[in-house]
């Protein structure tokens, strides 16, 4: 079947614009994650979601950053008032369900430019 | 954050040889995992490994973890040019929560 797909695949900006990201995760799958990639903090996890609600979302970086879920299925990043240093690929990932050992199925990305 | 670190950060090999990467972590973890990911590409699940286990094989793939010193080992064997990638060592702490990445170790083999 098909695998986890991410939109827009490039993104270049300019700061202070918004941006969001669009996550389609596998079907079914319960638990859906996001991560950034960067080459000066490598892979750094954002935040997790099960169903609709996101127990952890330890990982954003500001207030600037948020995201949602709905209908247990897709998600959206959202980056307001960007920054250069937001320039990263924004992975986002999906499992069959959290626990239970579920390895993570990763989308290609989101490449983010801020210019 | 990351976990720990990967070693080497690069390897370069002939195709044939086996390579090796090590992974540490610094904290108790509930499964580790290993990942491969393709320039410009997502990363992609490679083998999973518990934290009662202490040796698993998949294919040319062969990890080892030991607990008792936060440690894991990736071994390709046979490896060919296809194998080159980077290659991410990921901690799970909370049964399926968030994973934990180290730095990578960049493979070369060339044919």
């Known amino acids: 079947g098909a695998g986890v797909s991410q939109s827009p695949s490039n993104k270049v900006t300019e700061k202070g614009k918004d941006v969001e990201l669009r996550c389609d995760p596998i079907?079914?799958?319960?638990?859906l994650y996001w991560y950034r990639q960067s080459l000066g903090q490598g892979l750094e996890f954002l935040i997790y979601f099960q169903g609709n609600s996101a127990p952890d979302k330890s990982g954003l970086p500001s207030d600037r950053f948020s995201a949602e879920r709905t209908g247990g299925s897709v998600s959206t990043l959202t980056i307001q008032r960007t920054q250069q240093e937001d320039s990263a690929v924004y992975l986002c990932a999906s499992s069959y369900d959290r626990g239970l050992d579920q390895p993570q199925h990763f989308g290609d990305g989101t490449r983010l430019s801020i210019l | 954050s990351q976990q720990g670190e990967e070693d080497p950060q690069a390897l370069s090999i002939q195709e044939g040889e086996n390579a090796t990467m090590n992974c540490s972590y610094k904290t108790s973890i509930n499964n580790l995992q290993w990942y491969r990911q393709n320039s410009g590409r997502g990363l992609v699940h490679l083998i999973l490994i518990r934290s009662n286990e202490r040796e698993k094989h998949s294919g040319r793939l062969r990890v080892t973890l030991d607990t008792s010193k936060k440690s894991s080992s990736l071994l390709i064997t046979a490896s060919r040019a296809a194998d080159t990638a980077s290659y991410f060592c990921?901690?799970?702490?909370?049964?399926?929560?968030?994973?934990?990445f180290g730095q990578g170790t960049e493979l070369s083999v060339k044919p």
């Open positions: 990921a901690t799970d702490e909370n049964q399926g929560g968030k994973l934990i």
């Open positions: 079907s079914g799958h319960t638990a």
